[in-house]
């Protein structure tokens, strides 16, 4: 079974939840919703798989009677999927109508597939709206950070994505697959964040190592997140209820102090001269 499975829902909230599991299914979902209707908010979770798996999961081709004014915010939750099976994701997004957000979210995958994806979304209709701001998509091996699957015909801002974190350790930055019909999807891998980012994806972005407490504890260190998030009126606080920044918030779920140390620190021989200490 899955963590928490919703099937044509209205107005769902689904907060404050620890999912871990150890199960060998590769089909296990931690939180999954599908032909869900009105406002839906998934924030502020905890996902753990130690094996394969997705963390949280849409699908809105069950059928249903959808609105373009259905909404979907998945805001502030901790993310960490394991295995070696390519199915395994962090985020996995299939869209018919909806307008949704994906903000501040922090995905660690530590599966070894290097088709694995830390953030896919599929939308093929020219009138929804997706925005994806300020995530961590972290990958421990050479798995794919974002995969993006949009309507060719589409306006330009309605697929919004910037200002996140991506990383992979040796594989590929990206795929764009431009959905024109069902005969005409070409696909464009991007080998480097900087090829993505000039396509119009993930501009504003960087790519580092967060520094993860744990697998499981995704609270973060890593100086690259600091301040290097765009504000977004609609998110004010991170998974722990701490106030976000309002200028510059963090990348990630979690908003935190990562101004460097004052002082000297002699290692040795070395010294390490103040403000150059994370």
Same mark, same amino acid.
């Not at 962090?90 to 088709?115: M, T």
């Not at 996140?164 to 999807?185: A, C, E, P, R």
């Not at 964040?193 to 580092?208: E, K, Q």
């Given at each position: 079974g899955?963590?928490i499975?919703?099937?044509?829902t *209205?107005?769902?909230?689904i907060t404050n939840?620890?999912i871990?599991t150890?199960?060998?299914n590769?089909?296990?979902?931690g939180i999954?919703?599908?032909?869900?209707q009105?406002?839906?908010?998934?924030? *502020?979770n905890?996902?753990?798989?130690?094996?394969?798996?997705?963390? %949280?999961?849409m699908?809105?081709?069950y059928?249903?009677n959808?609105r373009?004014t259905?909404?979907?915010?998945?805001?502030?939750?901790?993310?960490?999927?394991?295995?070696?099976?390519?199915g395994?994701?962090?985020i996995?997004?299939?869209?018919?109508? *909806?307008?949704?957000?994906?903000?501040?979210n922090s995905? $660690?995958?530590?599966n070894s597939?290097?088709?694995s %994806?830390?953030? $896919?979304? !599929?939308?093929?209709n020219?009138?929804?709206?997706?925005e994806v701001?300020?995530?961590?998509?972290?990958?421990?091996?050479?798995?794919? =950070?974002?995969y993006?699957y949009?309507?060719?015909?589409? =306006?330009?801002?309605?697929?919004? !994505? &910037? &200002?996140?974190?991506?990383f992979?350790?040796?594989g590929?930055?990206g795929?764009? !697959?431009?959905?024109?019909?069902i005969?005409?999807s070409p696909?464009?891998?991007?080998a480097?964040l900087?090829?993505?980012?000039?396509?119009?994806?993930?501009?504003?972005?960087?790519s580092?190592? =967060?520094?993860?407490?744990?697998?499981?504890?995704? &609270? @973060?260190?890593?100086g690259?997140?600091?301040?290097?998030?765009?504000?977004?009126?609609?998110l004010?606080?991170?998974?722990?209820?701490?106030?976000?920044?309002t200028?510059? =918030?963090? %990348?990630? @779920?979690?908003?935190?102090n990562?101004a460097?140390? @004052?002082?000297t620190?002699?290692?040795g021989?070395?010294?390490?001269? @103040?403000?150059?200490i994370?």
């Amino acid at each position: 079974g899955d963590g928490i499975d919703l099937l044509m829902t *209205k107005n769902a909230v689904i907060t404050n939840n620890t999912i871990e599991t150890n199960t060998s299914n590769i089909a296990f979902r931690g939180i999954f919703s599908g032909s869900s209707q009105g406002s839906t908010l998934i924030e *502020k979770n905890k996902i753990y798989t130690q094996n394969d798996g997705l963390g %949280i999961g849409m699908d809105e081709y069950y059928g249903g009677n959808y609105r373009l004014t259905d909404s979907t915010r998945i805001f502030n939750n901790f993310i960490s999927v394991g295995g070696t099976d390519a199915g395994t994701s962090g985020i996995n997004l299939v869209l018919k109508y *909806k307008q949704i957000k994906v903000f501040n979210n922090s995905v $660690y995958n530590r599966n070894s597939s290097a088709n694995s %994806i830390s953030f $896919y979304t !599929q939308n093929q209709n020219t009138n929804t709206k997706t925005e994806v701001l300020n995530n961590v998509f972290y990958n421990k091996f050479t798995a794919i =950070p974002v995969y993006v699957y949009k309507s060719a015909e589409a =306006p330009a801002d309605n697929y919004i !994505q &910037h &200002h996140n974190l991506l990383f992979t350790n040796g594989g590929i930055y990206g795929k764009v !697959q431009n959905f024109v019909d069902i005969y005409n999807s070409p696909v464009t891998t991007y080998a480097t964040l900087a090829a993505l980012a000039a396509s119009g994806i993930d501009y504003s972005s960087v790519s580092g190592n =967060p520094l993860f407490i744990s697998d499981k504890d995704l &609270h @973060a260190d890593g100086g690259i997140l600091n301040n290097a998030g765009t504000y977004e009126a609609s998110l004010t606080d991170d998974i722990d209820n701490d106030s976000r920044n309002t200028a510059t =918030p963090d %990348i990630g @779920a979690d908003e935190f102090n990562g101004a460097p140390l @004052a002082g000297t620190v002699t290692l040795g021989t070395n010294t390490i001269a @103040a403000g150059n200490i994370t």
